[in-house]
């Protein structure tokens, strides 16, 4: 089971960039793909954008040209960049590492995008 550890939520205004870091225990490359899911208070977690172990991104309709997935395969580190954020960003953003045979999560961290 690997450890993800993510870092980088708070509180922003409207408009506002956030950068969320998600620091693997291991080679993130053995993973089929790494993503990042967030989670709203009485909603379903969904995903949020995903970069494969080919380096393909992708992203939900509602953060497309906002947000941005990358990744430091030197320092096992997935970056989420997230920019121009709005009210409805406001979540519990959740690190994900995909295998063929299950995911692992990370604790999560929480954005609140609010003036």
């Known amino acids: 089971q690997v450890q993800l550890v993510e870092s980088g939520g708070g509180l922003v205004q409207p408009g506002g960039s956030l950068r969320l870091s998600c620091a693997a225990s291991?080679?993130?490359?053995?993973?089929?793909?790494m993503g990042w899911y967030r989670q709203a208070p009485g909603k379903q977690r969904d995903v949020v954008a995903v970069i494969t172990s080919g380096g393909s991104t992708i992203y939900a309709d509602s953060v497309k040209g906002r947000f941005a997935i990358s990744r430091d395969n030197a320092k096992n580190t997935v970056f989420l960049q997230m920019n121009s954020l709005k009210p409805e960003d406001t979540a519990v953003y959740y690190c994900?590492?995909?295998?063929?045979?299950?995911?692992?999560w990370g604790q999560g961290t929480q954005v609140t995008v609010s003036s």
């Open positions: 291991g080679n993130i490359l053995r993973f089929n793909s």
């Open positions: 994900n590492a995909h295998r063929i045979w299950g995911d692992d």
